[in-house]
Nanobody, 114 residues
Framework: VQLQAFGGGLVQPGGSLRLSCAAS????????MGWYRQAPGKQRELVAG???????NYAESVKGRFTISRDNAKNTVYLQMNSLKPEDTAVYYC?????????WGKGTQVTVSS
């Protein structure tokens, strides 16, 4: 499975960004997908996840601000991030797990700063 994330950048506090992650090498509809992030000096943490059936879960820190979605026809998972805060600054990775193997995208930098 190959994952490639897009959409990071610099945004002011309160702004929005949408991340995209394109998947290839597997039947996308059979994959649960997730977004993780890692800030400098911190451990990588789960931000949002979505099952093949469409169930979602979010980190407490992003609930109500971030939305994960998927388009199986485009083999793509999205992370809509609204009301961004400086503490959301991190490298964001998309992730999936298939047959016990973790697959990670390359990561995209999100910086929230004025």
């Amino acid at each position: 499975v190959q994952l490639q994330a897009f959409g990071g950048g610099l945004v002011q506090p309160g702004g929005s960004l949408r991340l995209s992650c394109a998947a290839s090498g597997s039947i996308f509809g059979n994959l649960a997908m997730g977004w993780y992030r890692q800030a400098p000096g911190k451990q990588r943490e789960l931000v949002a996840g979505m099952t093949t059936g469409g169930s979602t879960n979010y980190a407490e820190s992003v609930k109500g601000r971030f939305t994960i979605s998927r388009d199986n026809a485009k083999n793509t998972v999205y992370l809509q991030m609204n009301s961004l805060k400086p503490e959301d600054t991190a490298v964001y990775y998309c992730h999936t797990l298939k047959y016990g193997t973790h697959y990670w995208g390359k990561g995209t930098q999100v910086t929230v700063s004025s």
